[in-house]
């Protein structure tokens, strides 16, 4: 490194917030909060974002996605590994075939290998008998190469696949992708019903294979006044058959094939597209993620808000995958590899949560492949305003807008305020309906009155029945609000939501309902219960929470974020399948879940402190009568007097409108995505950034949001910002990043953290403590975290003391010594002050230590007196900052020594078991629970997990449905082949000929 590089990354203590306080005053507000003329210089966006953004922080206090950055290299020890062997037996294979070729195929041959798989087949069942075929064939084409006997049964299979592969290039074709294309229909054989015969697979291979043509040809030559190009929607009758069988969809809705058959959908217009909650949206999107993928041999990418949204249709999803030939691949927590595996041969659809869809489209721009992508599908867009994550799709939707050609964009929500200027944002066409297949009907309950929810009454109530209660006078007391009354009108028969503004209230709730309801609930679904509990204290290492160990023998459970994924996960399949017919939660459930639900009731019109929005209020009530679930659905809001008129306006008015939120925290995510668009090479003189943001929501708003003269500013004061923490350099005209800001954008670091990282890092490589996890986890403990826990210092001084020596040492060097500790915890006054964000930071990587060591997260808790909640979202942000710290170092040549590390303690946090679950804990939605009853039923690796029958399965393992048995095989299927495709691949590149090898002539030119 030079001096001058060394100059650009120089640490300085800069007071930033002070610094931004004042460079970025900008008078933003909503115009709905300003006055007539003009915005009162006092009116800050900055400030009305900020309290939007509260607002949304806590409505989302579970926003599970805490991973928004790079974190590709998981797997690469074993990938290397695996390259090798491949490579070699690549190697084999093209000796081998040399000798084969000189044979003659004779019928003999094909007769000989028929008898002996006939032979074979008899003992086992059929799908692992196909399988067993599948691997056959392979290990034969591997030993004899593609010219050896084939057995007669897939003649046809290999001639429809060979008319696939003669358009492909000679090189790197059928011999190289025999690996893949066996793994394909193993995988085909293994997902299709188990008693499908080969011969009526490759039957059906070959038709599909023939409709996919046809179809795509039918794409390529559509002029845009064709509105029709196949069987079903311009995909083959397999997707048809596969929705009713994958999905008991027999029919579409008139409005989903009014909507698919948009003259704007035909165009592939961007679109949005907005119908109240249950409208069935999902399916329109995917039936046109299917045409991209199919047809129009595209990659797609589909944004969802939430990590278990994200796993939910990644295991939905699988299935299509495996019979269509496409990949799903997940970007959800610790998943998903940047840039993405480059495919030759299949279509990738993207599953992603906001943040990892981001770097997601960073990546391929950066890579040049943009244009793969052909449709980039946002669920609930109305997200775009909320808050920091509203400001992460902004700048993902954005720069699609601007780099991509062709690539289309569609949004779906069933609570958009302002279509228009959403519209206008991503040049889209809107279609909107107010279908609901299930009728749901709103009510609110004052006192003892249930009044029925109707906009066309005066004040909007109208009476509808008095509430049956009998109640004591204790019961009056503990229950003022007849929830128990509300309740037992549905419980046990059918399934009840109780939405609670706080996580502690859940609980009492839960636990308040229990006290009353009678004996015979106990009697229900016992086993299943008893099983159920008994999972719950499995996830726990033994302890169950008493919470739950009280009211799930009644049928009853709490849901929020201060539960394990894996208990949450247990609980909404538990409730799924009936064994528990209520559950009370807050807010976790209420966006996207297809859960039973006949009544919703609300506890209050708060979601803690702050009054319900209407979207809050209508993604929580539009959680009752879900299609196929439920026949009917009903909500009942609890209202007090004081709260009659402003709840008024919550069950009627219309919905809010969603403003930008790059101005957020002073301009946040406009400096965030100002740095990224110089870093990816998108803009490099202001100019041209000038042109990009006018593809923002920003601009679209600017007037609204009262920054007519302000856009300008505010690029300038982002500009002077990112110069004064040299992140960016300006060179006349053209503005480029300098190393720490490559690094910064590259591991999505926080602008106002980079320096700080920079130096504790170059402070670590002085004395970098490796005979434990210790310093390495101290930085990845995410500096945001800090102010979250205030350190117990009796416990702080217990744990420091059984440090060893060395440790002590090393906690000693980055500002926490033993004496410190020790004072405090004596309560003695400490002369020698430290940097309390050091001290607690240290207390932080001290519960991650213990937790590494003891894999028990009820141990840690108790430990340290914090919620496992809590310590649960501290591993997952502290795995999302490891990857993070990661790619930044990656850019930093110093940094070289942090990479190997880095990477092997990514993997650690991320699954946070014993390293022989991990594989099986890849799988989406397998947890530690169910990946221990897999392994204890000899389920060991991915590859057991691919090839199970999903009916032994679910019978082998207690309480696996055959439903989520299929999905679990099937997402297994999925990522075996999706990893050996990517080997498949690297294998084809490493053998390629490069393009521009010197050729003879060429070097005795020279
Ligand atoms: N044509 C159809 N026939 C039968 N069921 C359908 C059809 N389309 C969708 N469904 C089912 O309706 C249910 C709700 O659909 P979906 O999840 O797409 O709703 P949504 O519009 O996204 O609602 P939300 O806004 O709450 O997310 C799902 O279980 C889905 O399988
Ligand atoms: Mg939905």
């Not at 609300?602 to 993604?619: G, M, N, T």
């Not at 390495?776 to 440090?803: I, R």
Request: hydrophobic share 40%; net charge neutral; glycine share 6%.
């Amino acid at each position: 490194m030079n001096s001058a590089e060394k100059r650009d990354i120089r640490i300085k203590r800069v007071s930033s917030r002070k610094r931004s306080r004042e460079s970025s005053q900008i008078h933003l507000t909503p115009e709905r909060k300003r006055g007539p003329e003009k915005c009162p210089q006092s009116c800050r966006i900055s400030s009305i974002m900020a309290e939007q953004q509260e607002q949304a922080a806590e409505f989302c206090s579970d926003s599970e996605d805490l991973f928004g950055d790079y974190d590709s290299l998981l797997q690469d020890s074993s990938l290397l590994a695996k390259l090798d062997n491949a490579e070699q037996s690549e190697r084999q294979r093209d000796v081998q075939r040399d000798f084969t070729n000189l044979r003659t195929k004779t019928s003999a041959d094909v007769l000989t290998d028929s008898i002996l798989e006939a032979l074979a087949e008899e003992d086992l069942p059929p799908s692992m008998q196909q399988f067993q075929d599948q691997v056959q064939e392979t290990r034969s084409r591997l030993q004899g190469g593609d010219q050896t006997s084939t057995p007669l049964k897939n003649i046809e299979t290999s001639t429809s696949l060979r008319n696939k592969e003669d358009s492909r290039p000679p090189r790197g074709g059928a011999s190289r992708r025999s690996v893949a294309d066996a793994l394909k229909r193993a995988m085909l054989g293994n997902a299709a019903s188990p008693a499908a015969a080969s011969r009526s697979a490759a039957l059906k291979e070959a038709v599909l294979s023939e409709e996919i043509s046809v179809a795509r040809q039918a794409m390529e030559e559509v002029s845009a006044e064709t509105p029709d190009l196949g069987p079903f929607f311009g995909l083959p009758t397999r997707v048809k058959e596969l929705m009713l069988r994958l999905k008991g969809i027999q029919n579409l809705y008139e409005w989903q094939e009014t909507c698919l058959n948009l003259q704007s959908v035909q165009r592939r217009k961007n679109l949005i597209y907005s119908l109240p909650t249950s409208g069935g949206k999902t399916l329109v999107a995917e039936i046109l993620i299917l045409r991209e993928l199919l047809c129009r041999r595209k990659d797609a990418l589909f944004i969802l808000p939430y990590i278990s949204l994200v796993q939910e249709k990644v295991r939905g999803l699988a299935s299509f995958g495996v019979e269509l030939d496409f990949l799903v691949e997940e970007y959800a927590g610790s998943k998903g590899r940047f840039p993405p595996v480059k495919r030759k041969h299949r279509r990738s659809l993207y599953v992603a949560t906001i943040e990892k869809a981001h770097s997601l489209v960073n990546s391929l721009i950066e890579n040049q492949r943009i244009d793969d992508l052909g449709l980039v599908v946002v669920d609930e867009l109305h997200m775009l305003g909320d808050g920091s994550r509203g400001a992460i799709i902004e700048m993902t939707l954005a720069k699609v807008l601007y780099t991509a050609k062709s690539t289309q964009i569609i949004g779906m929500s069933a609570t958009l305020g302002n279509i228009r200027d959403l519209q206008t944002f991503l040049r889209a066409e809107n279609y909107t309906n107010d279908f609901r297949p299930v009728q749901l009907k709103e009510y609110v309950k004052l006192q003892g009155t249930i009044y029925e929810v109707d906009p066309k009454e005066e004040d909007c109530f109208r009476f509808s029945r008095l509430l049956n209660f009998k109640y004591s006078s204790s019961m009056q007391k503990l229950d003022p609000d007849h929830i128990i009354a509300m309740v037992t009108e549905v419980i046990p028969t059918h399934s009840c939501l109780v939405f609670c503004p706080t996580k502690k209230n859940c609980e009492n709730v839960g636990g308040m309902i229990c006290r009353y309801l009678r004996e015979d609930f106990l009697r229900l679904h016992e086993p299943e219960k008893v099983l159920l509990l008994r999972q719950l204290r499995e996830s726990g290492g033994g302890s169950v929470c008493p919470v739950l160990r009280r009211t799930v023998p009644y049928g009853v459970a709490y849901h929020h974020s201060g539960l394990t994924g894996e208990e949450r996960r247990l609980l909404e399949e538990a409730y799924s399948c009936g064994t528990l017919c209520l559950l009370t939660c807050t807010s976790t459930l209420a966006a996207g879940v297809n859960l039973p639900a006949r009544r919703v009731i609300l506890r209050s019109p708060y979601v803690a402190a702050d009054f319900l929005k209407r979207s809050q209020y209508k993604q929580m009530v539009g959680r009752a009568g879900r299609a196929g679930i439920d026949s009917e659905g009903e909500s009942i809001l609890i209202l007090q007097d004081k709260d009659r008129l402003t709840a008024k306006t919550l069950v009627c008015a219309p919905m809010e409108s969603c403003f930008s939120n790059l101005m957020l925290d002073e301009g946040k995510g406009l400096r965030t995505l100002i740095l990224s668009l110089i870093g990816l090479n998108i803009t490099s003189s202001v100019q041209q950034l000038q042109d990009f943001l006018r593809c923002t929501l920003l601009f679209v708003q600017q007037k609204q949001l009262c920054v007519q003269t302000g856009l300008e500013e505010a690029l300038q004061h982002s500009l002077h910002f990112l110069q004064e923490k040299e992140l960016i350099t300006a060179e006349g005209e053209t503005l480029s990043v300098t190393r720490l800001g490559k690094a910064t954008y590259k591991g999505s670091v926080d602008l106002l953290y980079s320096s700080v990282l920079y130096r504790d890092l170059s402070k670590g490589l002085e004395g970098l403590l490796l005979n434990s996890f210790l310093h390495l986890l101290y930085l990845v403990t995410p500096y945001d975290m800090v102010h979250q826990c205030k350190p117990g210092w009796m416990l702080y001084y217990t744990q420091f003391t059984l440090l060893s020596a060395a440790e002590q040492r090393m906690s000693a060097s980055v500002g926490v010594p033993e004496s410190f500790v020790a004072r405090k915890a004596a309560g003695q006054t400490v002369r020698k002050s430290a940097n309390m964000e050091v001290v607690s930071r240290m207390y932080l990587a001290l519960v991650l230590f213990s937790l590494l060591k003891d894999l028990n997260l009820w141990v840690v808790s108790d430990r340290f007196q914090l919620s496992r909640g809590f310590i649960q979202s501290l591993l997952s942000s502290s795995c999302s900052f490891c990857s993070c710290v990661l790619h930044f170092t990656e850019e930093l040549e110093e940094f070289w020594p942090f990479r190997a590390l880095l990477t092997e303690l990514t993997r650690r946090l991320s699954y946070c078991v014993t390293s022989e679950l991990i594989p099986l804990m890849e799988v989406a939605g397998v947890m530690e629970a169910r990946a221990k009853q897999l392994y204890n039923a000899g389920y060991k690796t991915l590859t057991h997990l691919a090839n199970a029958d999903a009916a032994v399965l679910s019978n082998t393992i207690e309480n696996l449905h055959r439903k989520q048995a299929n999905q679990i095989v099937a997402s297994a299927k999925m990522l075996l082949s999706e990893k050996a495709a990517a080997l498949q691949e690297e294998v084809d590149d490493l053998l390629t000929l490069p393009k521009d090898l010197p050729s003879a002539d060429a070097l005795r030119s020279l």
